[in-house]
């Protein structure tokens, strides 16, 4: 059996609207892989995200209804930074699966892996 790559940076997904399991995509996939992230939530939508993916995968915004998801991602930018950490990913939440090239073909691969490449070459 193989040993568990995990990414060196932090994940953190924003989504509003979209805790439904068949919806929230990009979270199934990750815990699936058993890849660390955080949903990043509106605080009227925590309580549904929670009860659908769990407290521990839950972090919720200051603020609510801001229009677009450029707050969001701005916020996220700066918790990453408050945290300590010299990058992260910001992923949308409907990634289906990663996946990876070898000898021309697509192959389906654990998240670990995908990102951990890219990482890697960046």
């Given at each position: 059996?193989?040993k568990l790559r995990l990414p ?36 009227q939508e925590h309580e549904q995200y929670a009860t ?71």
């Amino acid at each position: 059996m193989s040993k568990l790559r995990l990414p060196r940076y932090p994940i953190y997904i924003p989504s509003k609207g979209r805790w439904q399991k068949s919806v929230a995509l990009t979270a199934r996939v990750l815990i699936h892989d058993q890849i660390p992230f955080k949903l990043v939530v509106e605080p009227q939508e925590h309580e549904q995200y929670a009860t659908a993916f769990g407290e521990q995968y839950i972090l919720e915004l200051p603020f609510s209804n801001r229009g677009s998801v450029i707050p969001a991602r701005n916020w996220i930018k700066e918790h990453s930074i408050q945290q300590g950490h010299a990058r992260h990913w910001q992923l949308d939440d409907n990634i289906r699966y990663f996946r990876r090239r070898y000898q021309s073909k697509r192959i389906t691969c654990n998240a670990g892996i995908a990102l951990g490449v890219v990482e890697d070459f960046s």
